[in-house]
């Protein structure tokens, strides 16, 4: 057996490598957005059922198994789950703990080398005198691969390759490594979000223009805070808590397992767990909903925030904000934005490195030098198709397959295996084994049968997303090469109907009807209001529209002839991609089954 | 902002700052457990390898 000596420095850099795994660009991102767009403040009520009911019970089950696994010289998951329990088959769910880390990674590090790059032009000045719409277009220049935004070539690529090898040669350093950048990013990380508070909550009307008059941060706060208790009666915004905590505590990935395969047997894990949790809540509920909102509502007023909170608004909005304080103090807010974002991409992105790392050392005896490189050198075999085909979809497609699907798959059955094969008395057993405070005895039930069913539930109530996108039914050009080309939904709803306004040799340009929110200040809520919006679509050489001026068009109408090669097309190869890495860990999970049966260690 | 909306960020916010300081709190102040003084107490109970 390749017992591993290696483990954590201290107690402390355990808890903020964990809670670095947990705390992602979600937490300042995600969070907020879920909770403008579920209730407001009442959104915190579904989220503190769904932490305490299904995250803090999963980081318990995770961080016990782990610790579980690691007595046997298992750090990863696939020997982790085959060391509690007697078959030979659960040792392939374990694949997910690997498979999702490195399928994650791939595109999680190019958001990563995405934060490496804007904090560089956030020192070099590269938004100074941008307009709005300019920064909007910058991101969209870097991520369009060909395009240099500073001159060097290929920056986009530069960057990720850069990214890459930074956590190549940290997580070849061991887990010593990865407990250094987590002592240093995590504080820095949380000194940096408090900055960036401060600014949210003391911004108040100052940021008020000609162009937005009506500009008020406190309005994004009370927006963001005032309940909303009538959304606590839909089932939608059960599940968007559900998920929320599910993906904030990054649950259901294998990277906690590993990191809690190097505790030692006797030592606490209870505590830990919570406390790993907490932080990660605390980074979430105190800093992340007081920095993205509030500051862009300063500036742009609420109704652009609520037409517009996204994901897109870290890249394409901030920088713009933050030149409204100044070039020095926008240097600095830039810094300490995308540094923040840095720091909470790498403790997440070197967690998703260790449990091929462990994985490599305990069946084929790798260092961590190769085990690292050859980490790095996957991701960036697996990350190149979502760097050059951004913009087709690959990289949403990589996202919604190994981040929320795995994800989802592998925890229902963990949480299956843990509280119903395993069982739970062995369960119980382990998470109070060492604890250094007493687990509530009503966690033995929750585990048992709560969140089994709460995870049931979020698992479930996917399984017809995962249809619809299994079938492309997101897009009406369903084919990966087509004579014809069909207009897409104009609106989210897709109900919608376009008039076509200009037919240009490769172009067409529709007007549509469309409606967006409206912030109504007397009364704190948000209407809807309709408005003329407008959709374009370019075509290349021997691609022509068919429509004329005037024309009624419904989605899924043909409106170009030619050849045309759709985004179906790189998604799917995305898919096989991801397929092919699944199907060589199983493989590899394989070969070290029959290395263990040869070597007489196997358990079964 | 108007009072029930900081009502309830107070009392989210109060809640994970109050919750994340004190187990912080209880981490870095618990002593750490002493090593057992025999060699078979350092060793662990491995019941899967042996079923």
Redesign the interface.
Known sequence: MANSTESWGS??GL?LAMAGNAVGLGNFLRFPVQAVENG???F?IPY?VCFFLMGIPLLFIEWSSGRYGG??GNHSTPYILD??V?GRILKYIGVFGIFTNLAIVAYYAYIESWTMAYVYHSLIGTFADMSQGEVAGFFNSYVDVAHSTTGIPYEAIVFFVLCLTLNTFILSKGLRGVEKVAKIGMPLLILFGIFLAIRGYTLGTSGASELFPNANA?DG??F????QYDSLLNPKVWLAAAGQIFFTLSVGLGTVHCYASYVK????IA??A??AG??N??V???IG?AIVIPIAAGYLGLDWVMNNAGFGMAFQTMPYLFQQWGPILAAVAGVMWFGLLFFSGITSSLAMGTPWLGFMKDEFGWSSTKGAWSFGGLALLLGLPTVFFFQQGVFDDYDYWAGTVSLVFFAFFEVILFSWIFGMKKGWREINA?A??KVPIIYKYIIKYVTPLLLGWVFFASLPSIIDKIMHRDTFNRSSFAEVFYAEKFDTGGTAIGTVDEVGDRSIRFSFENTRKKFDKDD?MALSEKFTDYREYTFKEGQNPIVAVGDRIRPGDAIAEGDFVNHVFYKNIGRAILVCLFLFITFLVYLAYNKRKKEGRV?L | ??S???T??IL??G???F??AY??Y???T?P??PE?DTYSGND???E??N?
């Open positions: 107690r402390l808890i407001g403040g009442a915190i503190l007595k046997f060391s509690m007697k406190w706060l009370n963001l805070w005032t309940p047997s006797k030592d606490d505590l830990n919570v406390t907490f932080m809540g605390f979430e509920v105190v909903s060492g250094d405070i704190n358990t | 902002m108007n029930s909306a900081l309830i960020m989210a916010q809640f994970f700052v919750f994340a187990y912080l209880k981490v870095l618990i750490p457990k057992p662990d109970e491995l899967r390898q079923d």
